[in-house]
Structures are given as C-alpha cells and as structure tokens.
C-alpha cells in the first residue's frame, strides 16, 4: 500500500500549558502565528494540487497540543478537514497532543469530527526524565490516554525522545519495551537536540547538559527500532525532519542532528549484523573478496553513508574487495560469499539474539 500524501497544519504551542526545556515550537516548526481554519482551508487547497488522485491523504496537525486548546478551538480546526473528508477529497485525519490532555468529552468531539489518528508526545516514560525535562505530566496520565484512546477506536500513536535529561540507553530501551506493551500503529522516535532559546539550551551553555553524539544516539536507536520491528510496529520517523531553521548552525545549537538520521540507524543494523557474523562463524577474511546480495530497497543501507559501512568492514576484516549486488528475495535475508563460503544471514534471527542481550534490563 503506498504511503499517505500528508497536508501538515501547524498550531505551534498554541494552547501548550507548559514548556518544556528542549521545546521551542517557532524554531522547530518555523511558525509562529495563531491557525485560523481559514489557514487550514487555504493550506489544504494548496497541497491538493500538488497531489496525484487515487492516492490517500491525511490531514495532520502537528506542533503545539492539539487538545490543550479551547474545544470550540479545535472544533473549528477540525471542521474544515472534516468537510473535505465527508466529500471524499481526503480519507485520514490526525493530530499530537500531550497525554495529560485526554478525557472522554476531548474524544467524544474527536471522534464526532472524524479524527482517525491521535499520537500522544510521551516523551519518556521514566518519571525522573519527565520530571527533569519539566514535562509537566505523569506516567499515569500516560497510561490513562492510551487505554481511552484505544477505548473510543482511534488509532495510536506513541512519540519518544532519547537523550533527554536524566536519561540513558537503559531508561530509553525501558520506554520503547513499555510503548511494545501499549501496543501503538505507530511511534516516532527523537533523539533530543539542543535547540535555540530554549532552557535546555541555557543549561548547555552552563555545561549542566550534556547531549548525545551522533554515535550513541544512533547506537541507542538501533536498539530502539529494532525492537519495535520485531513487534511489526511502524516506527514512522528516526529523527527530527530538518527544516530551512533545523540545521546544524541555524536553530539546532548541539545534539546528534544529521539530515538522513534514519538512514545512520539502519545502515548501522546491517553493519552490527554483518560484523557479528563474521566474528562468530570465523571466517578467514584477509585478502578475501566479500560478495553481498539482498533485496534492492537494502542496498544502500548495507552499503553506508558514502559507503562507510563498505569500508569498515574492508578495514576491519581485511578484505580484498566488498561488492553488494540486488537481486528478487526476502528482505530479511542476505546472501553472502566469501571465495569458495557461502552464506545466508536470517535478519530477524540476528536480531532477536541481538536484542536478547537488552531484554533482560529491568
């Protein structure tokens, strides 16, 4: 099934009740102003004519909480995307929101408006990190929104950050396992930057905050999202979408960006995957050419970022040459040859040997 076109709206903190230190919605969705439903009329209009037919599309709202705001607030929002719903123009509805702002009148105009998706911004669901990052909600309240959510038959969405205050590669592993439990369509996972004019950034500067490299936030996220594809849960974004103010240099002061950071995190799982292999079958590698094949959308990612996983394993193993060819076959096997070895490496077996190594954390 092909993938949704999406028309984004943007309510940029509007109806936030609170800021949390790594939250500065202007810088990160470049918006400042209040949203009219005149603006969401006009931004729908817009992105229909950039659209193919026959193609789904869903109109999400993004930033800010959605359900923070006034109820005869959202009620105007959400008729319009409601309008174009009942004529057929767009089939999905979706919007954020922080999960201390859920009840049952909330979801009763929700669904009166036919709103299909609804992702709650948790964050972490360590009750130190939540507190440190003056997030301002509970675990329980966490809780409580998901089994409403799912109650009134709309389809959830779990957001996670990692490398918040007080957090670490356990705390964030022990979140994602909690999210697999809750049983999400969907999750997003963020490793926190350090944006612009916001706390986090002040306590940067006072070296009271340390973010994460590139390299441990996508070490943590390897783990992440393997968990999560071993549940078939649809991890639908690994990084922050950058922006013309979301750039290195620009708004994002510090933290692990990288503009294709989903693409670090997977190119990583196949370059830990081929890695172990090697090591514990013993291979005899040096001045050997290693010849890959798997199915042509795992290409690159076996590949690397301008092919660094082709040459860390030519270092470390000594090899000759590395080709990689595409061929017809399961995604979740490769097919390797080493001179006269022949191979196949079980992707989902890997990983749930991997991911045994964490399982046990508690």
Known sequence: MSKPYIIPIFVPHYGCPHDCIFCNQKKITNVSTTTTP????NIIEEYLTYFWKDRVVEVAFYGGSFTAIDIEVQSRL??????YKENGIIQEIRLSTRPDTINHKILEN????????IELGVQSLDLDVLEASDRGHSVEDVYGSVKLIKEYGFNLGLQMMVGLPGDNKKKSILTAMDFIKMSPDIVRIYPTLVIKDTYLAT???K???K???VEEAVDICTILLILFYLENINVIRVGLQPTDNIQMGMDVVSGPFHPAFRQLVEANIYKVALEEYIINNGYDTNGKTLIITANSSMISSI?????????YLKEKFGFNKIKIYSDVMNKD???FSIDEVIDTLDLKLWMKKYIANFQGIN
Do not use: F, H, M
């Not at 959400?78 to 309008?83: I, M, N, Q, S, T």
């Not at 929700?110 to 998706?117: A, F, N």
């Not at 590949?303 to 040459?311: T, V």
């Open 78 to 83: 959400l008729e319009v995307p409601y309008r």
């Open 211 to 213: 973010p994460l490299t």
């Open 38 to 41: 005149g603006d969401v009329e």
């Open 110 to 117: 929700l669904k009166k408006y036919k709103v299909d998706t």
């Open 303 to 311: 590949s690397g970022q301008k092919s660094a996983n082709i040459n």
């Open 207 to 209: 070296k009271e905050y």
């Open 333 to 335: 096997k490769i097919t």
């Open 203 to 205: 306590l940067y500067e």
